[in-house]
Nanobody
Framework: QVLLAESGGGLVQAGGSLRLSCAAS????????MGWFRQAPGKDREFVGA????????YYADAVKGRFTISRDNAKNTVFLQMNILKPEDTAVYYC?????????????????????WGQGTQVTVSS
């Protein structure tokens, strides 16, 4: 069992930055592949980015590539999402997720059904 808790959301002006954190609890949480997803009002949940269990591989949605960076600190069981040059269209609830099965390749990491555990989400609002 893994429990995930996101933090760091808030209100920011366009062009600004935020850093989201996802704290994981559970004995083997550091061995999970982790993803970030977001859901805007009236829209489906969409993939934002992901990081492999060892931090060696990262994947990003085209919409955030070059602006967002994912990292993890396994010693602290925490995954981060650094968001720069934020745009109003980035406004959404952001969720972190963990997969207990090893994921392979960008397609798998982007598929939300492959993640077993989800946090409650944190709201990010970008004003224009």
């Amino acid at each position: 069992q893994v429990l995930l808790a996101e933090s760091g959301g808030g209100l920011v002006q366009a062009g600004g930055s935020l850093r989201l954190s996802c704290a994981a609890s559970g004995r083997t949480s550091s061995s999970y592949d982790m993803g970030w997803f977001r859901q805007a009002p009236g829209k489906d949940r969409e993939f934002v980015g992901a990081v492999s269990w060892n931090g060696r591989n990262t994947y990003y949605a085209d919409a955030v590539k070059g602006r967002f960076t994912i990292s993890r600190d396994n010693a602290k069981n925490t995954v981060f999402l650094q968001m720069n040059i934020l745009k109003p269209e980035d406004t959404a609830v952001y969720y972190c997720a963990a997969s207990s099965s090893r994921l392979y390749g960008s397609i798998w990491f982007a598929q939300n059904h492959r993640y077993d555990y989800w946090g409650q989400g944190t709201q990010v609002t970008v004003s224009s």
